[in-house]
């Protein structure tokens, strides 16, 4: 099931990572199943309470999906997959807002503030005031 891999992490944590790590490098394909938790805790000589923890903090973060009986497999478009990698096609009068960054002809241009700031500038600006070195440190 994992191939020639083998986790090593005895904590739920560690274990959901390391299967994280294996999805996200593609290691472990969409579809491809997980040991069934029981056979994994004996692997690895854990409580099964311990993996079913690591399993269920992975189906939460929608990277495996569950099951019951007929196991636990990998999504086929993890969370985990890298916004590069996903195929979106941006309709025709719709705005990517994917990237996070503005566009910058919609920003007003900051040269009049830059400038204003830098004219007649106080000393004293964006100080709390009191003496500029506190005597008692000197």
Known sequence: ML???RITARRANDIAAEIETLVSDGVLPPGAA?????DLAVDLGVNPN????????????????TAGRRGSR???RPALTPRDYAALEIP?????????????????D????LAAAGRDA?????????????????
């Not at 025709?92 to 007003?108: F, I, M, Q, S, T």
Request: aromatic letters at 4%; zero cysteines.
């Open 3 to 5: 191939g020639d891999y």
């Open 122 to 138: 106080d000393p004293a600006a964006g100080r709390y005031g009191g003496p500029e070195l506190d005597p008692g440190l000197l």
């Open 50 to 65: 311990t993996v079913a923890a690591a399993y269920r903090m992975l189906r939460e973060r929608g990277v495996i999906e």
């Open 74 to 76: 990998v999504l086929p």
């Open 92 to 108: 025709e009068g719709v705005r990517d807002l994917a990237d996070g960054n503005p566009d910058a002809r919609l920003l007003p």
């Open 34 to 38: 997980l040991p069934p938790l029981r």
């Open 110 to 113: 900051p040269a009049p503030a």
